[in-house]
């Protein structure tokens, strides 16, 4: 994951051989593949618009690269058939890819690539064009999928939420350059950087240090401690209540809290509050209420 | 559009063909049977028309199967690398059509004739290009460079390369991938640009007559044998043979043609029923509905 022209598209294509690197190796299971041809490569690689073969009915372009292989046609029907059963298309063999709706484009795609029993597959910003109905269901089916066939899987995004969904290991790209490798959990709670901090979630600033929104308690009792603090603006967005203040020293800042969190505080604009950072074990706390 | 406009718009459309196309072609085809249906087959069956035919289709046979390999060659090239002189190339294509064809036979007897720069090495192994068969194949193929490519490079840019590098990692080899993936996504423009190339050829009267010296029952492809029969008051002959190549040019359309007719027909349905969300197939190439007798 990484924002756009971070170079994570060409990180993809280095990897499936269609782009060469300047220094580096690939390896897959052990294996140096950085002079081995994209061809002989056996990755499976679905673009970022899918690419079908426009041409060919979906039946052809799944049965490609087996055609290509020159297995026996008998095989070639049967593996077609039950890959087009595994991504819900079986309907649509006879159809040209004019005639698919994006999603289904996108798993004639998926089968495609699958149809060549790939060691690795990668999918380059695979629910991009997608609308967000489309974009949710796709990310919930192909964790499924994943789970029916693991293949180890690549998957290239700009997009958080489905990084922290889909992703069992998560490697955040800016410019060039791999600012953060690890689960995503563990990144989104130990940041390397502020770059990592901000861009895996929302982000605020208390005594020059950077911290979740979320991470920050409020009192409105001086005794407890903390830093002094006016309340600028309170706003109920559905489920959190987004509070933001003005400190002591004239910085700003802001604090997500819960709707019950926010009815306990009682506060309005104008009012003292004392901020800080929740303790450990009190976000331990909120994390297990949010996720039961 | 208002639909008053519609019948004045017709009629002027249809005017401009029949003044420009319809009448002068058809005059053609009644004058060159006004003698009667014998008279006509009599002319176009001397021993130097039947030659001139046969000669026009042999270069017809030779010129367009090079000019095709050529224009998706440079078609290619131009698509998929960046170079620098790729814009030179890019100009030179169209140079042909730029430049008059008989400035283009002259140009070649100043580099392939007797005096010319090749001339002598030329004499020296018994090869001989001016006044001679490879004059006119080289001559028709310059003047009809362009067309494939034209017709080709824009399609090629269009569709990208993702297509082609989807064949790569499902295992196709570039060879694979350019017959199975490349050539039927240009298939259409391809044939279209090939239609172009053939009208070209088979109706090329400049360049060739300049190499060709028309010599009759030697070197007179069809033009050649028509202009010469208008010289020696032979107007059955002249008309008689403007016939054969209409006909001739009409059979290539009709063929290479059809495909992409029929095609386009079948894309047309097609994208009536696709999903709302996606994206509508290749549009056609610049549509020039040419006929082959503009050229």
């Known amino acids: ?292 | 559009m208002k639909s008053r406009w519609r019948l004045p718009l017709r009629i002027v459309a249809l005017g401009y063909l029949a003044l420009l196309v319809v009448i002068p072609v058809g005059s053609v085809f009644y004058r060159a049977f006004q003698h009667g249906f014998i008279a006509a087959w009599d002319a176009v069956t001397t021993p130097d028309a039947v030659h001139a035919l046969w000669l026009t289709l042999l270069v017809v046979l030779i010129a367009v199967p090079l000019n095709t390999v050529f224009g998706v060659g440079v078609s290619l090239i131009l698509a998929r690398h960046r170079f620098r002189g790729a814009w030179l190339l890019d100009a030179f294509v169209d140079l042909p059509l730029a430049i008059s064809p008989v400035v283009v036979g002259l140009a070649l007897v100043l580099v392939y004739g007797k005096t010319g720069w090749f001339g002598n090495w030329l004499a020296a192994h018994g090869i001989e290009i001016i006044f001679s068969f490879p004059g006119i194949v080289m001559a028709s193929a310059t003047v009809a460079l362009p067309y494939v490519v034209r017709e080709v490079l824009p399609v090629l840019q269009e569709i990208g390369t993702d297509q082609e590098q989807a064949a790569t990692t499902l295992g196709a080899s570039s060879f694979t991938a350019f017959r199975r993936i490349t050539l039927p996504s240009i298939r259409r423009s391809l044939a279209y640009g090939v239609t172009l190339t053939t009208a070209r050829v088979l109706g090329e009267f400049g360049a060739v007559v300049v190499v060709s010296g028309a010599i009759a029952g030697r070197t007179q492809t069809l033009t050649l044998f028509i202009q010469d029969s208008i010289d020696n008051l032979n107007p059955v002959g002249a008309y008689a043979g403007a016939v054969i190549l209409a006909i001739i040019a009409l059979v290539v359309l009709t063929v290479l043609g059809a495909d992409r007719e029929g095609r386009k027909a079948k894309w047309r349905s097609r994208s009536d029923q696709s999903p709302s969300d996606s994206e509508m197939p290749l549009p056609s190439t610049t549509s020039v509905l040419m006929s082959p007798m503009d050229h």
Not at chain 1, 96 to 104: C, K, R, V, W
Not at chain 1, 178 to 184: K, T, Y
Not at chain 1, 275 to 292: D, F, H, I, M
């Open chain 1, 1 to 292: 994951m990484g924002p756009s022209g971070g170079g994570k598209s060409t990180l993809l294509r280095v990897v499936a051989g269609l782009e060469t690197p300047d220094s580096g190796t690939v390896e897959i299971d052990g294996q140096d593949l950085t002079g081995i041809p994209a061809r002989q490569r056996g990755i499976g690689f679905c673009f970022q618009h899918y690419a079908p073969f426009r041409h060919l009915t979906v039946r052809r372009n799944v049965a490609f690269g087996l055609e290509v292989r020159r297995r026996p046609k008998a095989e070639i029907r049967e593996k077609v058939d039950e890959l087009l059963e595994l991504v819900r298309i079986a309907h649509l063999a006879d159809r040209h890819p004019s005639e698919l709706s994006g999603g289904q484009r996108q798993r004639m795609a998926l089968a495609r690539a699958l149809a060549i029993e790939p060691k690795v597959l990668l999918l380059d910003e695979p629910f991009g064009a997608l609308d967000a109905q489309v974009r949710q269901q796709l990310r919930v089916w192909l964790r499924e999928l994943h789970e029916k066939i693991s293949v180890t899987t690549v998957l290239v995004t700009h997009d958080q939420e489905e990084a922290m969904e889909v992703a069992d290991r998560l490697a955040i790209i800016n410019e060039g350059r791999l600012e953060q490798i690890g689960a995503p959990a563990e990144i989104y709670d130990k940041p390397d950087n502020e770059f990592v901090m901000k861009f895996l979630g929302p982000a605020t600033e208390l005594d020059g240090a950077w911290v979740r929104p979320h991470d920050l308690v409020i009192h409105n009792e001086k005794g407890i401690g903390g830093q002094g603090a006016w309340v600028e603006r309170i706003t109920h967005l559905g489920f959190e209540v987004r509070v933001d203040l003005k400190l002591d020293d004239g910085s700003s800042t802001w604090v997500q809290l819960s709707r019950g969190a926010a009815a306990e505080l009682d506060s309005v604009p104008g009012d003292q509050v004392w901020v800080s950072r929740a303790t450990p074990s009190k976000r331990q706390g909120a994390l297990t209420q949010v996720v039961s």
